[in-house]
């Protein structure tokens, strides 16, 4: 292991990184869009200026502030990139949410949603504070993956809502358990398949097929069999997606053989057919997906899919202007799984296309962040985190835009979700510790 720790102090030839300045000016422009969007939807739905516009502007850009000046001060090789993305997706995600809040008559999501984000970027730093070396979590992967499962399998023990079995209520408060059991699983992953790297050398070949050993085959049947229980206890087809997906994609990263990817997709398809044929619930959101106009055609009114497909048609290329759109029809799960149903109707595809790019710059990132790593475990931990997002974002776009079934999972920081929130920021926090070391290594590479 090669890997350069976060503590070290670098030598006074590279002690003034670059990047800070450069976070700075961006989080200015992430924290001046989302006010601009509260003040534009607020002239275009009452003539006038919101009067919360200066508090929400306030309350983002002092967490920004705060933010920065932790970075600055205990990761200051830390990519400039990365925090400014998550704080100007998480402010558009509060403007996306406050819009369907003046039409839904219910209690308002943004106001909760904004102490969520701030009580998430707090866990960020806290990350950044505590967590001085990253291979210091290598040490507690079994304890992450028992944590994971015990997360994971909780929601069976409470009342579904809506078909799924995805909260855990206690009193007034709920919580998606799921959210942070995915981060947990990373690490176990990473930390497993980091040790097993040379096993991924060994095994028996059979004529052109490379059979695995059993220690490395184990886990992996494991893991399948765990997406497919969480699939029926739970009807949680996301969770089951992003998690054996993940996984698979980690496999490949470690051993850098491509027959994982077609025994994973083989091992999901083989799931999701069984599970879609027996299982109700997922043969409902399965069978919604192939007819989306069915239940129009059968005089009942469209369904949330159908809606969803009319108010990206009704978008088209520029939207129809922040507040003008009817994308609230939806009904329950617009702030949630059709949040990005509202950003494709009321700032189009070019609004949509910009939101997507944001999402791939903060993977593409933490690519690069574990390219950059010296340790196995270090790159597998970054690569799984970034493939968590990514995979995130494509089930949920595909499942509103019906390229694939409907999975439930709330989109990274647009949607309403005080868990999901918080899980995302975690996620940026351990990204930012991940590039920082891998700056500071560049840097000592670059000294001559």
């Known amino acids: 292991m090669t890997g350069t720790t976060a503590d070290a102090a670098p030598p006074a030839a590279y002690r003034s990184p670059r990047g800070r300045g450069t976070e700075l000016g961006l989080l200015v422009l992430a924290v001046l869009l989302p006010a601009w969007g509260y003040c534009a939807l607020g002239l275009a739905k009452t003539g006038t200026l919101p009067p919360g516009a200066a508090t929400c502007g306030a309350g983002l850009g002092v967490s920004a502030l705060l933010a920065h000046l932790v970075v600055r001060w205990r990761a200051p090789y830390a990519d400039p990139l990365l925090l400014p993305i998550a704080v100007l997706l998480n402010g558009i995600g509060l403007v996306l949410l406050h819009r369907l809040d003046l039409e839904r008559g219910t209690a308002p999501a943004a106001p909760a949603q904004l102490l969520w984000s701030a009580l998430g970027i707090g866990c960020a730093l806290a990350v950044l504070l505590l967590l001085r070396d990253h291979r ?13 499962l015990g997360l994971l399998l909780a929601p069976v023990f409470f009342p579904p809502v809506n078909g799924a079995r995805l909260w855990v209520h206690m009193g007034e408060l709920s919580f998606q358990p799921g959210e942070f059991a995915k981060i947990l699983l990373v690490v176990f992953f990473a930390g497993h398949l980091a040790a097993g790297r040379a096993l991924s050398r060994r095994g028996r070949r059979l004529t052109w097929l490379h059979l695995p050993t059993g220690r490395l085959l184990g886990p992996v049947l494991t893991v399948w069999l765990l997406s ?5 206890l739970e009807r949680d087809l996301g969770t089951s997606l992003l998690f054996f997906g993940v996984f698979i994609a980690l496999l490949y990263a470690a051993t850098g053989r491509l027959g994982w990817i077609a025994a994973g997709l083989l091992l999901g398809s083989a799931g999701a057919v069984l599970v879609g044929t027996y299982e109700p619930h997922v043969h409902t959101r399965i069978a919604d997906w192939l007819h989306p106009f069915a239940s129009i055609e059968a005089g009942a009114g469209a369904g949330q899919l159908a809606q969803s497909l009319f108010a990206f048609g009704a978008g088209g290329a520029t939207g129809t202007g922040l507040g003008l759109g009817h994308s609230e029809l939806i009904g329950f799960a617009a702030t949630s799984d059709f949040v990005l149903s509202t950003a494709g109707e009321e700032l189009g595809l070019a609004g949509l296309v ?51 079934p409907l999975t439930g999972m709330p989109m990274p920081f647009l949607a309403q979700g005080g868990s999901s929130v918080v899980t995302n920021w975690i996620l940026v926090g351990l990204l930012l510790r991940l590039s920082d070391t891998a700056g500071r290594r560049r840097a000592e590479a670059a000294t001559p």
């Open 136 to 148: 210091t979590l290598r040490r507690y992967s079994y304890v992450c993956v028992v944590s994971a």
């Open 228 to 232: 497919v229980l969480v699939l029926i």
């Open 354 to 404: 910009a939101l997507l790019l944001l999402y791939a710059l903060l993977v593409e990132r933490g690519y690069r962040a574990g390219l950059g790593l010296g340790d196995a475990f270090g790159k597998l931990l970054a690569t799984g985190l970034a493939t968590t997002v990514a995979l995130q974002v494509f089930v949920i776009a595909g499942g509103v835009t019906g390229l694939i």
